[in-house]
């Protein structure tokens, strides 16, 4: 039996010496669904996925990912690569590709990564090699073209606009086939077109994938027409959970967001 | 029209690009000169700046200038006008279009290719006094090497101008020379031809029976090796060329053929090319040379290959090299029963080998298992440290090593075993060179090997901990299996050129392992180009090139112990005219760029930055 929770964050904290940046988080990330974390900055958001993804261990509460094959396992205290293993994937805040690697190369990367070529197979470039390294090679194009990046082939990642970065960051977390992909404010520093194409990529990425997403966003317009819930943080605490309209006409976050300098707009009430 | 010519100015970059193929040129007239006396040292350099030979350098010293220089400016893009792409200014500069020339271009092309084909052939053949006079040019003529020389400038002058026309211009080749028998049979001539060219017996060139079986077995052309050797290569290049074509067939196979600049046939012919001079040049060098390409300049290439991938490929300093290097040397000497405590069972250097791939692999993982965990600055002492440790031990544990008095006897290499029966030095070569040809034949399947491992996914997952672990572990790839293996690979390297060595020396002392040794080569590697195999090659050939030279004509009194002191001078002049190697990899030289815009770290010794930055 497969849990239809992803994601089950129960009470977790997490402290580095006397800054607290969650306290007692609960989170639930439903299978297939676009979630979203939003909340001020400094309120834990990438704190939060670093704990998801096993880049940080909180010291209390429990982070309980469930794989499709009805495997459960406890994400505190596994090494990132391990957690990246189990079927998360993830982009970061600011961009981390391998600048001197070709965008092609940059995905490969990420496809290989589930491969198991050792040293001696690819010293000799056994059968096995050459069929994986194949299969690494369609599977980068298609993923190149499934974010329309196919006419940036060769082009080493550093040279790429900062829209194309994004996606192809994206990508290459895609191609270790995950099951959960977290897009950490994926829209940062790019423009109303690029964020519009960006959304429907992270649609497609949902619904023709069957990836589930759980996003950073600081973009109200965007963050609130791609999500089908949102969890507000601030202060390291879930001040409030729901959908997008529910969120809207919540006071707590317009409390929040009023201590911030963009109060109503930022959440996306004015233009409505 | 005139405003299509490219304006010419030279600035700094290009002096210097063109003044160094230019000293390059000069310094290789000097080099391969007439051998100096030990009582006029410094007169044979004078005799050879002032022969003939020189000009011959010269002049191939300035048209390589002028060539890189020219490459240059069309590659940097400042030389087209604002519609043309550099491709066709390429066109407009030789003043013609190429791509639609007939009769006139194969005429020019032919008397290009004739001139440098003398030239080729007078600067291969044997040396003598007026090297490169019109009269010994001419004599070329008489070599049947030239017509093969003739027959190679053509082709590549041909590939070269195939790359420059347009798509549609394109010569549509008849369909059977597309054929796989075709190739492969050409391919075959063609390495016999190879041989032909590089067969030193010239007096009976053109007798019949030059071609038989029959006479003196050194006179006839057929029962030389060499020319089986080259004819079986030709043979499987022709089949290599005609698989990498069908496997471009493919879409991601041509998408990923872009990727390299040159085509995967033309790669293999300079493959073809450098393996020909390796095998080939050294028959005409003096002893002395013959000794140097093995001791001083081979083994150290071959650690700089090694080195190359734990600092180049997966960016770890690794201060203690050497360390494995002594431990491949010992394995050998214990297995020849040449230390004080005795094997179990007595094996000959060749069967020690595996023996001492195993013990420096074992050893390098467990060294790295634990250091490899430490950022940048750490790993550096902890392998300096252990460097140091096995250097003291070799010392001081006399009863195990035999201490600084050195071990007993090291055989040489033989086989004995029923079919083969091969004794090192029985052989017609003089000794030295068997110890050249016994590295080349083990360094040529290392150098496939490692260049198929670092396009694998193994050496992207190695560039991508180089670039930003973090990323890579949240792909999934576990930095520290990936450093350990790295660390392994290099040191079971670092271990085969121990038994090499310890071989060719006979003897070993530990002071042949101090420090400096792991010092020279990391200079090796950075002065070639970090993560780029030829520019390693490159490297350490010309860095102990110039030691030898230095050594050979002992140019201001210069002593073996000074040679650290030139060393560091050359990896100064390195680092200020050029700070990411001779021949740097794509990978790293724009990693180098990055670091230089600020956009990333390329130094292999710093720390990778941590998940907080994220
Ligand atoms: N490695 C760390 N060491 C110390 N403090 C940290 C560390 N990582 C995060 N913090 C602290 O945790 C708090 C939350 O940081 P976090 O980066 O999660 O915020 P965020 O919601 O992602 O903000 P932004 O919108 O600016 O990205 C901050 O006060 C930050 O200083
Ligand atoms: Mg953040």
Known sequence: MTNDLIFDVANVTLRFGGVTSLSGVNLQHRRGEILAVIGPNGAGKTSLFNSLTGVYSPQEGSITFNSASGASTSVIGVPPHKVARLGIGRTFQASRLFNALSTFENIKVGVEARQKTGPIGAMLTLPRTRREEQHSDEKALELLEFVGLAHRLNTPADSLPYGDRRRLEIARALGTNPEVLLLDEPAAGTNPSEKLQLAELIRKIAREKAVSVLLIEHDMRLVMSLAERLYVLNFGSVIAEGTPDEIRSNNKVIDAYLGSSDAGSALGSSDA | ????????????????????????????????????????????????????????????????????????????GEWHSRRETPRRSMRSVLGMRLATMGASWWLLAFVI??????????????????????????????????????????????SWRLRFSTREHRVHLPAFVKSVWFRVVASALAGFGFALC?????????????????????????????????????????????????????????????QFGVSTNTRFALYGVALFV???????????????????????????????????????????YVAFYALGAYVCAYFSGALPIHPP?????????????????????????????????????????????????????????????????????????????????????????????????????????????????????????????????????????????????????????????????GVLFPSNFALQVSITVLVLVIFGGMGSITGVLIGSAVIGWILQFLLFHSFIDYQDADKYMYIGAMLILAMIFRPQGLWPSKRREREFHDAEGGLGSADAMSAPSDGSAA
């Open chain 2, 113 to 158: 290719a004739v001139l440098i084909a003398l030239l080729l052939a007078d600067y291969t053949g044997p040396y003598v006094a007026n090297k490169f006079s019109v009269a010994q040019l001419m004599g070329q003529f008489h070599n049947t090497r030239t017509y093969g020389y003739i027959v190679f400038v053509l082709w590549i002058v041909n």
């Open chain 2, 1 to 76: 029209m005139s405003s299509r010519e490219p304006r010419f100015s030279l600035n700094k970059e290009d002096v210097r690009l063109g003044a160094t193929c230019f000293a390059g040129a000069l310094l290789l007239a000097v080099m391969t000169g007439p051998a100096g006396t030990p009582e006029q040292p410094l007169g044979a350099a004078k005799q050879a700046i002032f022969s003939s030979h020189v000009f011959g350098f010269l002049v191939f010293g300035a048209l390589l200038a002028s060539l890189s220089v020219f490459r240059r400016k069309v590659r940097m």
């Open chain 2, 198 to 258: 590089a067969d030193p017996w010239l007096p009976e060139r053109f007798s019949f029976s030059y071609f038989t079986f029959s006479g003196p077995s050194t006179h006839a052309f057929l029962s030389h090796l060499p020319t089986w050797l080259w004819s079986l290569g030709g043979l499987f290049l022709g089949a290599r060329a005609v698989l990498a074509d069908r496997k471009t067939s493919t879409k991601t196979n041509r998408l990923r053929a872009r």
């Open chain 2, 278 to 320: 390796a095998f080939e040049a050294p028959k005409f060098m003096s002893p002395f040379w013959q000794l140097a390409i093995f001791q001083q300049i081979g083994i150290f290439c071959f650690l700089a290959i090694g080195l190359n991938i734990v600092v180049g490929f997966a960016g770890l300093l690794d201060l203690g």
């Open chain 2, 345 to 505: 069972f007595i094996l000959s250097p060749f069967l020690s080998i595996p023996f001492a791939i195993l013990v420096c692999m074992l050893s390098g993982v467990l060294l790295g298992l634990p250091t490899l965990r430490l950022r940048g600055d750490y790993l550096a002492i902890v392998t300096l440290g252990f460097g140091e440790i096995i250097y003291v031990l070799a010392t001081n544990l006399q009863s195990v090593t035999g201490g600084a008095n050195g071990t007993g006897i090291i055989p040489s290499f033989t086989m004995n075993v029923p079919g083969i029966h091969f004794a090192l030095n029985g052989q017609a070569l003089s000794g030295d060179l068997n110890f050249y040809y016994l590295l080349l034949v083990i360094m040529i399947p290392v150098l496939l090997l490692f260049t198929s491992l670092n396009n694998s996914r193994v050496g992207r997952s190695w560039a991508a901990i180089r670039e930003d672990e973090v990323a890579a572990a949240s792909l999934g790839i576990s930095g520290l299996k990936y450093k350990v293996m790295a660390f392994a690979i290099g040191a079971s390297t670092s271990g085969v050129a121990g038994v090499l060595i310890s071989v060719k020396s």
